[in-house]
């Protein structure tokens, strides 16, 4: 499986783990989920544990590969990458000392900007001090409806160079969402054949918040049965802003 990716806001993926279970509403149509499955069924080995199908399904059990972390040093151009586009490297089934190994080839690899996104947003506010944290990583959580706002709050308290929010797929309005010491939102909707629908003005709400709070704003598709089914446009236009705390390469 190749580690560049088609994402628009990242150019290549890493996964030191793959699998994952369901953690909220989000979860219900897990893209990755559905790719492991067919990854298994080619025969990668990444994806050839059961695990439980009440919870992860074929394939998607929580695993850690260690043979993945040497992977990031052979890289001779620096990249942009997502971290775990498989799994979550903040689920409870992944060991404090691999997450920190992890984030030790993050910190060999300063080339690199990492970007690593989970929707277990309190263990990774209790496990954030325990961590190194390098300036090439960015660290962002999942807020796919109101009921998890307060994954912004943990976030808030991770001392990372730059925070960033994934509403993707976005379920519905974020009401009260703040953005104090918020560097990037991306927005989203689903696609896939059991797609659920995305309102514009859900997405034009968030896109106002980040305007008045000068936060950097994506917006990566309407989604639809296939990702560039609605394309990318909101309101005549493509939102591709990038936080301003880039490093320089």
């Known amino acids: 499986m190749s580690d560049r990716s088609t994402i628009e806001w990242t150019e290549a993926t890493w996964n030191p783990t793959t699998g994952c279970d369901r953690v ?16 298994k069924a ?3 080995a ?8 009440r919870t992860s399904g074929p394939g998607f ?31 409870a089934r992944v060991p404090l000392d691999f997450v920190r190994q992890v984030f030790q080839v993050m910190a060999d690899t300063p080339q690199h900007t990492y970007q690593v996104l ?10 954030a001090p325990k961590l190194d944290w390098p300036d090439n990583v960015w660290m962002g959580v999942s807020v796919e409806s ?9 976030l808030r308290l991770v001392p990372a160079a730059v925070r960033f929010l994934s509403c993707e797929p976005l379920l519905g309005p974020l009401e009260g969402l703040d953005l104090e010491g918020i ?12 797609h659920r629908p995305l309102d514009e003005a859900w997405v034009t709400g968030i896109r106002d918040a980040c305007q008045k709070a000068q936060v950097a704003f994506f917006f990566k598709q309407w989604g639809g049965r296939t990702p560039k089914a ?10 591709d802003e990038m936080p301003q705390r880039i490093l320089a390469r």
């Open 183 to 194: 560097d990037w939102v991306i927005a989203g909707g689903e696609s896939g054949p059991r």
């Open 118 to 127: 989970t929707k277990r947003a309190r263990r990774l506010r209790q496990v």
């Open 230 to 239: 609605g394309g990318r446009k909101l309101e005549g236009r493509t939102w």
């Open 146 to 154: 109101e009921a998890e706002l307060a994954r912004v709050d943990d």
């Open 46 to 53: 990444k994806y050839q544990n059961d695990g439980d199908p």
């Open 42 to 44: 080619m025969g990668a």
């Open 24 to 39: 909220s509403a989000g979860c219900d149509n897990c893209y990755a989920l559905a790719l492991a499955k067919r990854l």
């Open 61 to 91: 059990d929580v695993t850690i590969h260690s043979d993945a972390l040497d992977i990031p040093y052979g890289w001779k151009s620096p990249r942009t990458v997502f971290v775990n586009s498989m799994s979550d490297l903040f689920h």
